[in-house]
T-cell receptor, first 110, second 114 residues
């Protein structure tokens, strides 16, 4: 079971880059890494997914080192609206062993 | 598309009563997930269906919980009998391609068992 570990909380200021790291030491060969964002009273929302190296989309980048035992979500130039809980999820294409981390509560300050 | 639809949005019941939560996934999605979220335990996967077939129910807490997916557009999560420790927000999510694909979450059902 690929258990994940994330920092409980992080603070940042508007305009800064934020990097949130997730540890998944027991990640399996077939596992992908996915990050979700959750606002209060809403379901999580997909941000980005990757298998190795680097993935970038319009909202974030995901960095995965060669050993894949960790991953880093990078949010460029955060705004107040990025205040949310961010979850790291590890699981394979069959949905086996889907494991959400405890989430990182990001607080963006003006 | 209206997204994943869950009902009811809020449910308050008394201990011992049967509770049924309902989910309509996004049309065309072949995978459906039920999650439970609490402050203490975070977001937990309860059960995962692929093409209406339960693939992984290892997260279902105990025999009081059961889930069905009679067709591609409907699923239920039933708790019988309910207990106060079942109080949580229950999310349903669906995706195109199993656990790997982007999961689209519903708004959740907030269950309170008194």
């Amino acid at each position: 079971l690929a258990k994940t570990t994330q920092p409980i909380s992080m603070d940042s200021y508007e305009g800064q880059e934020v990097n949130i790291t997730c540890s998944h030491n027991n990640i399996a060969t077939n596992d992908y890494i996915t990050w979700y964002q959750q606002f209060p009273s809403q379901g999580p929302r997909f941000i980005i997914q990757g298998y190795k190296t680097k993935v970038t989309n319009e909202v974030a980048s995901l960095f995965i080192p060669a050993d894949r035992k960790s991953s880093t979500l990078s949010l460029p130039r955060v705004s107040l609206s990025d205040t949310a809980v961010y979850y790291c999820l590890v699981g394979d294409h069959a949905g086996n062993m889907l494991t959400f981390g405890g989430g990182t509560r990001l607080m963006v300050k003006p | 598309d209206a997204g994943v639809i869950q009902s009811p949005r809020h449910e308050v019941t008394e201990m011992g009563q049967e509770v049924t939560l309902r989910c309509k996934p996004i049309s065309g999605h072949n995978s459906l997930f039920w999650y439970r979220q609490t402050m203490m335990r975070g977001l937990e996967l309860l059960i995962y269906f692929n093409n209406n077939v339960p693939i992984d129910d290892s997260g279902m807490p105990e025999d009081r919980f059961s889930a069905k997916m009679p067709n591609a557009s409907f699923s239920t999560l039933k708790i019988q009998p309910s207990e106060p420790r079942d109080s949580a927000v229950y999310f349903c999510a669906s995706s195109f391609s199993g656990g790997r694909g982007e999961q689209f979450f519903g708004p959740g059902t907030r269950l309170t068992v008194l």
